[in-house]
T-cell receptor, first 115, second 111 residues
Framework: EAGVAQSPRYKIIEKRQSVAFWCNPI?????LYWYQQILGQGPKLLIQ????????DSQLPKDRFSAERLKGVDSTLKIQPAKLEDSAVYLC?????????????FGQGTRLTVV | TQLLEQSPQFLSIQEGENLTVYCNSS?????LQWYRQEPGEGPVLLVT?????EVKKLKRLTFQFGDARKDSSLHITAAQPGDTGLYLC???????????FGTGTRLKVLA
């Protein structure tokens, strides 16, 4: 079974530029998550999709971050414009469902450096 | 807001020692998962605990879910350098089912 695929693995941009990350979840997984992980900390949930609907986006900085999940499969996360504090690893994960006994499977992440 | 606090934040021990990592919340979780993350990789699931008071063993790792389902612990017996990594607890919040992570415990096992 193929895992969660993310691209790119690394990205360096200047502040105020825009950037986009792509995620392809495990086939058949209804729930998709985007997390931001600052070095050494636990991942922070940015947005959680159930199929192509949003379950939670309360911690997504909506003035600069946007995410979509077209047709309930692939997803993209965009930052525009980027700030220095956006430097982090962006993790995508998927699970079969939302809720009780959820087990999330993660991609390798995209390491973003904003200079 | 439901939070998962982990302690200690950092732990550096010698090979062969035992250790315990804690995950605490003021809220009830229907289940909790433990993950280990190595540098440059995404978190990898170790175990899921579901029932209050449940104990699960995975080789040298023992996981326990608190009776009230508000806390969990991970005990490692005879730690090895291969156990080095960031240990994370996580779980779905009640109501909205947001899947949140704890603050993490960074473990380093010295040979």
């Amino acid at each position: 079974e193929a895992g969660v695929a993310q691209s790119p693995r690394y990205k360096i941009i200047e502040k105020r530029q825009s950037v986009a990350f792509w995620c392809n979840p495990i086939s058949g997984h209804a729930t998709l998550y985007w997390y931001q992980q600052i070095l050494g900390q636990g991942p922070k949930l940015l947005i959680q999709f159930q199929n192509n609907g949003v379950v939670d986006d309360s911690q997504l900085p909506k003035d600069r971050f946007s995410a979509e999940r077209l047709k309930g499969v692939d997803s993209t996360l965009k930052i525009q414009p980027a700030k220095l504090e956006d430097s982090a690893v962006y993790l995508c994960a998927s699970s079969t469902r939302t809720g009780f006994n959820t087990e999330a499977f993660f991609g390798q992440g995209t390491r973003l450096t904003v200079v | 807001t439901q939070l998962l606090e982990q302690s200690p934040q950092f732990l550096s021990i010698q090979e062969g020692e035992n250790l315990t990592v804690y995950c605490n919340s003021s809220s009830v979780f229907s289940s909790l998962q433990w993950y280990r993350q190595e540098p440059g990789e995404g978190p990898v699931l170790l175990v899921t605990v579901v029932t209050g008071g449940e104990v699960k063993k995975l080789k040298r790792l023992t996981f326990q879910f608190g009776d009230a389902r508000k806390d969990s612990s991970l005990h490692i017996t005879a730690a090895q350098p291969g156990d080095t990594g960031l240990y994370l607890c996580a779980g779905p919040t009640s109501g909205t089912y947001k899947y949140i992570f704890g603050t993490g415990t960074r473990l380093k096992v010295l040979a």
